[in-house]
T-cell receptor, first 110, second 116 residues
Framework: GQSLEQPSEVTAVEGAIVQINCTYQ??????LSWYQQHDGGAPTFLSY????GLEETGRFSSFLSRSDSYGYLLLQELQMKDSASYFC???????????FGRGTQLTVWP | EAQVTQNPRYLITVTGKKLTVTCSQN?????MSWYRQDPGLGLRQIYY???????DKGDVPEGYKVSRKEKRNFPLILESPSPNQTSLYFC???????????????FGPGTRLTVT
């Protein structure tokens, strides 16, 4: 099966940088993606790593190391609006199959 | 506007009364999925569909049915709802043009279901 672990909570101040880690166990997967969800809202796609290395999208970057079964989401220049839950998700060996972590609640303080 | 719509958004029902939650997408996506979200458990995939008439089980399929008769629609059916199916449900769609875009899923607004 597949399992993903991420911290349940992270806090930081405006303007800071925060890293949300995701470790996983899997028998095979296509890639690791990240989603953001504000309270009461739908998850929205942030980033995807099919290959090892860093993917950068504006203030957000995501990293994957298949050899370490590890990835992270890096958020720079934090803003209050970044306060949300962040989920890592593994694409399973079957296209369409997706496994989510339990989510990390990020709180950004002024 | 590209979107995934779900109906109803809120539903309170009683144990055993069959219900259907509809999901529709206007992006011509091949892949569609249903998830449930419970506090502390993240999103768990219930069923997913790779195309019309092709569906498969996710993490928690028990007590649910799905059908994919048209590309745009993917209804979730609870034949005999029970209180442990009280949850927030999301429908999502994506398009595997290259095989990687499956993981850029577009989510509907959610359906909050309460079964008493």
């Amino acid at each position: 099966g597949q399992s993903l672990e991420q911290p349940s909570e992270v806090t930081a101040v405006e303007g800071a940088i925060v890293q949300i880690n995701c470790t996983y166990q899997t028998s095979g997967f296509y890639g690791l993606s990240w989603y953001q969800q504000h309270d009461g809202g739908a998850p929205t796609f942030l980033s995807y790593n099919a290959l090892d290395g860093l993917e950068e999208t504006g203030r957000f970057s995501s990293f994957l190391s298949r050899s370490d079964s590890y990835g992270y989401l890096l958020l720079q220049e934090l803003q209050m609006k970044d306060s949300a839950s962040y989920f890592c998700a593994l694409g399973g060996s079957t296209l369409g199959r997706l496994y989510f972590g339990r989510g990390t609640q990020l709180t950004v303080w002024p | 506007e590209a979107q995934v719509t779900q109906n109803p958004r809120y539903l309170i029902t009683v144990t055993g009364k069959k219900l259907t939650v509809t999901c529709s997408q206007n992006m011509n996506h091949e892949y569609m999925s249903w998830y449930r979200q419970d506090p502390g458990l993240g999103l768990r995939q219930i069923y997913y569909s790779m195309n019309v008439e092709v569906t498969d089980k996710g993490d928690v399929p028990e007590g649910y049915k799905v059908s994919r008769k048209e590309k745009r629609n993917f209804p979730l059916i609870l034949e005999s709802p029970s209180p442990n199916q009280t949850s927030l449900y999301f429908c999502a769609s994506s398009s595997p043009v290259t095989g990687t875009e499956t993981y850029e899923q577009y989510f509907g607004p959610g359906t909050r279901l309460t079964v008493t």
